[in-house]
């Protein structure tokens, strides 16, 4: 009977080497998994650099970096080929600050009602309504820009073309104010009652 149970805890304990192997060898395949995974995207990032790097010096060869800075024609795929990133440059300044000139005051203004002012009802009503504007696709705003926006501004301003810096900064405004009154709302909801006490006093 002492010799049958005697076996039977060393069958226990070979067993449970068994599953302790086992259970090694599977963390071990995973940790291969893992490590695989993590290696491919390291040297997919590596690859994209080594390409950029390679393509860049080969236009750069062809076409002088001043030119490129300076020049204020982009037209690649014309006879006479340019490359001047300044009209790109000048754009994206400029509609990036029509943006902001629309998205820092509506934000903060909205940040200052909910964070301030609004009761616990409409806050939980209207925060996720205006994170819900954060969820619409880019391509949305773009087609709002160029059928709703750019036909009432040409009412407006009758000479605005078609393709306008100021209807693209218009609606990149309205797209980013939902980022600008959440940060700005955290922020505020972050001040410690006694700094606000102060403030008051």
């Not at 790097?53 to 062809?62: D, I, Q, R, T, V």
Request: hydrophobic share 50%.
């Amino acid at each position: 009977m002492v010799q049958a149970a005697a076996l039977t805890g060393e069958q226990r304990l070979a067993q449970m080497a068994r599953s302790k192997k086992s259970r090694q060898r599977r963390e071990k395949a995973i940790e291969t998994v893992l490590l695989a995974a993590a290696c491919v995207s390291v040297f997919t990032t590596l690859g994209i650099v080594y390409i950029l790097l390679k393509e860049s010096l080969s236009f750069f060869g062809n076409v002088p970096l001043w030119s490129f800075l300076t020049d204020t024609q982009w037209t690649p795929l014309f006879s006479d080929a340019h490359f001047g990133i300044m009209v790109l440059l000048s754009g994206t300044l400029t509609s990036s600050a029509v943006a902001l000139a629309i998205a820092i005051p509506l934000g903060t203004i909205i940040a200052i009602y909910l964070s301030e002012f609004a009761g616990h009802k409409t806050r939980e009503t209207l925060k996720p309504l205006l994170e819900l504007l954060s969820g619409v696709p880019t391509i949305i705003y773009g087609y709002f820009a160029l059928l709703f926006i750019t036909p009432l501004l040409q009412k407006i301003i009758p000479g605005l073309p078609g393709f306008n810096v100021l209807s693209a900064g218009l609606v990149m405004g309205i797209m980013i104010i939902p980022y600008v009154s959440s940060l700005s709302e955290d922020a505020m909801r972050a001040v410690p009652m006694s700094l606000r006490e102060g403030s008051y006093a």
